[in-house]
T-cell receptor, first 110, second 115 residues
Framework: SQKIEQNSEALNIQEGKTATLTCNYT??????LQWYRQDPGRGPVFLLL?????KEKRKERLKVTFDTTLKQSLFHITASQPADSATYLC?????????FGSGTKLNVKP | GAVVSQHPSWVICKSGTSVKIECRSL??????MFWYRQFPKQSLMLMAT?????????EQGVEKDKFLINHASLTLSTLTVTSAHPEDSSFYIC???????????FGSGTRLTVV
């Protein structure tokens, strides 16, 4: 069966450190993968998109990698800030639909 | 950037009544709208995909007669939960895809509580 796995345990890090979140998938061949931020009681907000032929994408303090052999994407936030605390979702685009992971909650402590 | 407005943000209704949720694209034409449901600490589950002017395509296991979707214009889609029951209580989110490189933009979600 198709699965998208994100670490269900919250990630707690100290302000200023780099946060690394993982998204693993099985039985998909996504054309691209996206990362979203979701705050409690709110809809997801788009952060980054990376295509299957791209290894890495950056945007300000954010970096995404995509390894189609490992079927894994890593999402990095450098110089993390308390305002980065939220749930981060990965989403795979396959056959004209998005499939979402359940998200990883990030807590950045001052 | 592209904005999708979703209303209401929360609603409480009695069991057996119907509730309508609206999703509007404010500055782009949404050729496709997606409706999702999200239970606490779970992923967004796609319920249906609708293209303007045509019938919605529902995902397996989603009752089309219970969750009525209308996409009558390029800026408005509605989801009506008919004869709501407590198990329909959830967070409902719309997403729109449109022309002009708008990509996929999500609404802010609607928290439905059926009592």
């Amino acid at each position: 069966s198709q699965k998208i796995e994100q670490n269900s345990e919250a990630l707690n890090i100290q302000e200023g450190k780099t946060a690394t979140l993982t998204c693993n998938y099985t039985n998909y061949s996504p054309a691209y993968l996206q990362w979203y931020r979701q705050d409690p009681g709110r809809g997801p907000v788009f952060l980054l998109l990376i295509r299957e032929n791209e290894k890495e994408k950056r945007k300000e303090r954010l970096k995404v990698t995509f390894d189609t052999t490992l079927k894994q994407s890593l999402f990095h936030i450098t110089a993390s800030q308390p305002a980065d605390s939220a749930t981060y979702l990965c989403a795979l685009y396959n056959f004209n639909k998005f499939y979402f992971g359940s998200g990883t909650k990030l807590n950045v402590k001052p | 950037g592209a904005v999708v407005s979703q209303h209401p943000s929360w609603v409480i209704c009695k069991s057996g009544t119907s509730v309508k949720i609206e999703c509007r694209s404010l500055d782009f034409q949404a050729t496709t709208m997606f409706w999702y449901r999200q239970f606490p600490k779970q992923s967004l589950m796609l319920m249906a995909t609708s293209n303007e002017g045509s019938k919605a395509t529902y995902e397996q296991g989603v009752e089309k007669d219970k969750f009525l979707i209308n996409h009558a214009s390029l800026t408005l889609s509605t989801l009506t939960v008919t004869s709501a029951h407590p198990e329909d209580s959830s967070f409902y989110i719309c997403s729109a895809s449109g022309t002009g490189g708008a990509g996929y933009t999500f609404g802010s979600g609607t928290r439905l509580t059926v009592v």
